[in-house]
Each structure stands twice: as C-alpha cells, then as structure tokens.
C-alpha cells in the first residue's frame, strides 16, 4: 500500500482540481497545470481532497504508480499556490550572462555566446553571477536550469562553470611539484 497516497491530498483554498478524460487539471493563483493520468491510477476529488487509488494494491507497477502519481498532485498543488525557484551560480574568469527578455546570453569560455531561449512560463532575474528561475511547473524549471548547467559544468580543479546554489563540488588537489630532499 502507497504510505503517502493512501492519505486524501488537502486542496487550499483558491485550487480547483478537476478530472476529465483521463486528464488531471489543477487551476490555482500561480498558474495551470495538467498531467494525463495513467491507466493504473484512479482519482477521485471531494470534500477539498484528491484521493488517489489503484486497482490492485497487490500488483507492484500499480502500487508504484500510485505513489507516483500521489507526489505528482502534490507537486501541482504546491506549484499552482507557492511556485518553485531554482538558482544557478556562474564562476571563472571571464565568465558571465546576460538576461535580455526571454533570452539568455550565456559566456562560458567558448569562442562564441550560446543564447538559450527560456520558455514563456518560466520567470528569469539575474543579479551578478546568479540565475533565478521561477515558475508554477515543477519539472519545467528543472528542466531549464539543467540545459543552462549543461553548457559548462563545473570543473573540480578550480570550480568554474555553472553550478546549482546548493551544489557542492567535489574539489581536487592538481598536480603537485616533485619535492627535493
């Protein structure tokens, strides 16, 4: 049995829920969001709750899906209502980014800017060496900020390139001289 959705999901105030064609929709003041529920799963909205359950509890691929499911509805819930923000950093010489609308002007040591096009439900602020990203989709902003840390990760000698605010790198020694004794 799932332990986080056998539990009915609390709908605050302002969020509507609606299931229709084997569609999840969740409206809330942050935005919309919609997920195609899957074959296993079955959803049920009343009294200011998502209950979620399955057909056969017994059978392991339902039962996994039936907690999956169970995060993603939270997930949209807290998205529609909080949002969520993801921050990239941005280290080395020579090193920088430009916000200009909806485009990002990345420069990463390479010959060239690379411009990355941010999608139109996600918000981007930068101040000196760090990226806010912010929208009500969860996996959009991961999304985006992974193809961003993909330009240049993070090397281990020095720490330059673009890393999560909350990443630590591993850093290592470099070479070393050969003593004389």
């Known amino acids: 049995m799932s332990r986080k959705s056998n539990k009915p999901i609390a709908i605050p105030d302002g969020v509507t829920v609606e299931v229709k064609d084997k569609t999840l929709t969740v409206k809330g003041p942050k935005g919309e969001l919609q997920e195609t529920i899957h074959p296993f799963v079955t959803i049920e ?24 499911f169970g995060a993603l509805v939270a997930v949209m819930i807290e998205g529609v209502v909080n949002g969520y923000t993801k921050q990239l950093e941005i280290n080395g010489v020579g090193y920088g980014f430009d916000v200009s609308g909806k485009k990002l002007t990345v420069k990463a040591g390479y010959s060239h800017p690379v411009i990355v096009e941010i999608p139109d439900n996600v918000e981007i602020k930068g101040e000196k060496n760090v990226i806010t990203l912010t929208s009500h989709d969860k996996q959009l902003v991961g999304q985006v900020a992974a193809e961003i840390r993909k330009i240049r990760k993070p090397e281990p000698y020095k720490g330059k390139g673009i890393k999560y605010m909350e990443e630590v790198i591993q850093r290592k020694q470099g070479k070393q001289a050969v003593g004389s004794e």
């Open 45 to 68: 909205v009343k009294d200011n709750a998502v209950n979620l359950s399955v057909k056969n509890p017994d059978v392991k691929a339902e039962r996994s899906m039936w907690g999956t």
